[in-house]
């Protein structure tokens, strides 16, 4: 979203309704619920958040918006009658076919989703799910030299108790358990990384130690052998 492309992709609906509204109340409301909307794919980028919904979220979001214009459209054209010929000016044409456009970009970016998504990723942080009673002592952070099929992220956990490995581990797979980790090959758990656009599946690998553990969270693309 730093990007002049991504700012236009979130701000652009806004703008056509700055174009497009007619009257203060309904316009002051229709652009509260944009910005509100905007903030999701804006928040996901800069890492404000965490969801597994990224994907559709980024393909929604125009979809979403473009529906939003449009019933704001209707709710003044039920209130103020259809919109009088000489309101009918370029600026206001361009907005209502720059919305469109931008709601079919929605459809496009799911398509990319599904046939284009399938470079390895470095793993957030919020993907894991820290137990109660530990701590992370240290995060190896984002990697930012992904080995050929995949990114690796490295968390070392312990407990200001000094619990063993041991209760680490149990009490790590019980939440990971909780959260939606399954059993995969070679004593890994999987999940995938989004929900129904993203099907790229993260891998963890846990290790105990004399005091803590070691959790490692691998961003494979689509033909990693993991």
Known sequence: MA???????????????????????????????LAGLAAVPVGLE??????????????GYP??????????????RRRCGPRPSPEYSRPVAVATLATAAHSLIGLVIGLLYQLAVHEPYSPARAEFSLPAGLTVEHDSGED??????????ELTLGSPEGLPGSEVGRRVRE?????GWRPGPNDTLRRRH???????????????????????LVGPDRFSPL
């Open 3 to 33: 990007t002049f492309l991504g700012w236009a992709y979130v701000l652009l609906p806004p703008a056509c309704w700055a174009v497009l509204a007619r009257t203060r109340t309904t316009g002051a409301a229709v652009g509260a619920v």
């Open 63 to 76: 979809l979403a918006a473009g529906l939003v214009v449009l019933a704001g459209a209707l709710v003044e």
């Open 46 to 59: 800069h890492g404000w958040f965490h969801s597994r919904a990224t994907a559709e979220s980024e393909a």
């Open 175 to 179: 939440r990971l358990a909780a959260d």
């Open 144 to 153: 930012p030299r992904c080995a050929l099929h995949f990114c690796v992220r």
């Open 194 to 216: 989004g929900w129904l656009l993203d099907k790229r599946v993260t891998v963890l690998r846990l290790d105990e130690l004399d005091r803590g553990a070691v959790v490692e």
